[in-house]
């Protein structure tokens, strides 16, 4: 099977222990992250070759990041080493009615100085089948969303796959340009789409009322969203949603949808989530899970939105960005075993 390839940018993630407020104490957990990278860990992790594509410093950092990525046997072939400096950002993890909250520093990084030419995508792609970004790219820099349409026209010509969570971030569209200005040209090279409510709404101008702020969701009201986007983007062949109601930073309901152009719309199980250890990452670990369904389960798009949200689901019990379990742990979840008995 050939390889899934990701692009976009690698940051180092820097939290207080436990539930403690940003420098509450002296004391912060320094991992690696990045919504691209964490899907490409998810996806190696399964069991599936990923190649991940991103600039980094050339220092110690990038050299620790790279080192990180290789033990969940990630490809990091294609990384370009800089002069430039590594993104950052900080997290607070909340509890109960207070939210967790996030920080950028990813001004002047290595990734947004990126420009169309300078990744070979014929060599990249060569030997992949499959290739994922996500709307954080493009909002980093102009010339960084100038490289992600040139790998997506590349992909085209070559009949690689796409796929893109449009993951709408206000924080990070600095450089001029507002999302609905950029992401429908970007939404013409997408195969599978990954949005929520919001993210059709901020990035493509769709709107939808579901209810979300007050902690309950129409499912229904998704497949007229499917019907809108597919009508409006003739190549998107699936449309995949994850939906969260938070009861409290501590306690989420966790499902999905998942409509297939001409296959119909499928619906997971509900997973009630409490004590949440971790719920950044979730969203990138449903996408890595609903790639290696689609490569997996010939088809069963039940079965492959099963997997999309059990396995997201078990990433709220894990720290970090990154996945650290296998598609057996998936699977096992997904066919029942939920109940955290101690397995000997």
Not at 230 to 256: Q, T
Request: proline content about 3%; aromatic content about 10%; overall charge negative.
């Amino acid at each position: 099977m050939k390889k899934v390839v990701t692009f976009g940018e690698l940051m180092l993630r820097i939290t207080p222990p436990g539930r403690e407020m940003i420098l509450q104490t002296p004391n912060m957990v320094c991992t690696f992250g990045g919504a691209e990278a964490n899907v490409a860990v998810a996806v190696s992790s399964y069991g599936d070759e990923a190649k991940y594509v991103t600039a980094l410093p050339a220092n110690d950092l990038g050299r620790a990041a790279v080192s990180e990525l290789r033990r969940f046997g990630v490809d990091t072939s294609a990384i370009k080493f800089t002069d430039k400096r590594l993104g950052l950002y900080f997290t607070e993890t909340g509890s109960n009615m207070r939210p967790s909250k996030v920080i950028y520093d990813r001004d002047n990084t290595a990734i947004a100085a990126v420009k169309p030419g300078d990744f070979d995508w014929d060599t990249i792609l060569a030997d992949a089948d499959w290739f994922h970004v996500t709307g954080i790219t493009p909002a980093l820099s102009e010339s960084l969303c100038e490289a992600t349409i040139e790998a997506l026209k590349k992909c085209k010509e070559k009949g690689i796959t796409v796929s893109c969570d449009l993951n709408y971030r206000k924080k990070l569209w600095k450089w001029g340009k507002e999302p609905i200005e950029v992401m429908p040209e970007i939404a013409k090279y997408i195969d599978v789409m990954i949005a929520n409510e919001e993210d059709c709404q901020k990035c493509l101008g769709i709107e939808l009322e579901t209810g979300v702020d007050s902690g309950k969701l129409n499912v229904d009201m998704y497949k007229d969203l499917a019907k809108i986007i597919m009508d409006n983007y003739p190549n998107v062949k699936a449309l995949a949603v994850s939906l969260r109601e938070s009861i409290s930073a501590d306690h989420n309901n966790w499902s999905g949808v998942l409509a297939v152009r001409d296959n119909g719309f499928y619906q997971s199980r509900k997973y009630n989530i409490t004590n949440i250890v971790d719920r950044i990452g979730g969203g990138d670990s449903f996408g890595g899970s609903l790639i290696y369904g689609f490569r997996n389960f010939d088809g069963d798009y039940q079965k492959v939105i099963e997997y999309a949200i059990g396995g997201s689901a078990l990433k709220h019990t894990v720290y970090g960005d990154y996945v650290r379990f296998t598609k057996e742990d998936v699977l096992n979840l997904i066919a029942g075993s939920g109940n955290g008995r101690i397995q000997r």
